[in-house]
């Protein structure tokens, strides 16, 4: 009962942020994510919620620090501490966001277990203050590490920005 006070808290309190530009730089949140092991295999593996911070430093480039833990006792355990650096082409003013990534986890399960990450992502603005995040991550883990495989892991987050965004830009704003 606690795990579910604790949870419908940070669901109802945090927003998860992805986005943001130099005059935004410092965001917070919370998304829905999961760990997807094999193609045919069983469902995705919640891992929710993962919370995030990040940061907007310079010419599209964010940095992004991410945590989640299985909170829903499938009887895996599966926590992760994310970091990754996210790149936006530019559109950080756009209503449409698109950004790669390029990142790192530790993830523990029987034991801690290191990944290389690589993503994809982009977040819809639907206002100047909140937005909606697709975000898939490939999480690369050697062969020979035998308690975590590889793994897609794709979440999908509401995005807020704690200043307010201008999403149509002026001159004068450079």
Not at 3 to 30: C, E, R
Not at 101 to 130: E, P
Not at 143 to 164: E, K, N, T, W
Request: net charge positive; hydrophobic share 40%.
């Amino acid at each position: 009962m606690r795990n579910k006070v604790i949870i419908i808290f940070l669901l109802a309190f945090t927003i998860h942020v992805k986005s943001q530009n130099k005059q935004q730089k410092w965001t917070a949140g919370i998304s829905l994510a999961g760990a997807k092991y094999t193609y045919n295999g069983p469902p995705v593996v919640e891992v929710s919620p993962r919370l995030n911070i990040s940061r907007y430093i310079f010419k599209g480039l964010s940095l992004d620090i991410g945590f989640a833990k299985d909170v829903v006792g499938d009887g895996q355990n599966y926590t992760t501490m994310d970091g990754a650096f996210r790149f936006d082409f530019g559109q950080s003013n756009y209503n449409v966001v698109p950004y790669i990534l390029i990142g790192a986890s530790s993830l523990k399960g029987k034991v801690i277990t290191g990944t290389m990450n690589l993503g994809v992502g982009n977040t819809f603005w639907l206002s100047s203050k909140y937005g909606l995040n697709f975000q898939l991550i490939y999480k690369y883990s050697k062969d020979i590490i035998q308690s975590q495989r590889s793994h897609l892991y794709p979440s999908l987050g509401l995005v807020y920005s704690f200043s307010a965004r201008n999403l149509n830009p002026r001159i004068w704003q450079d």
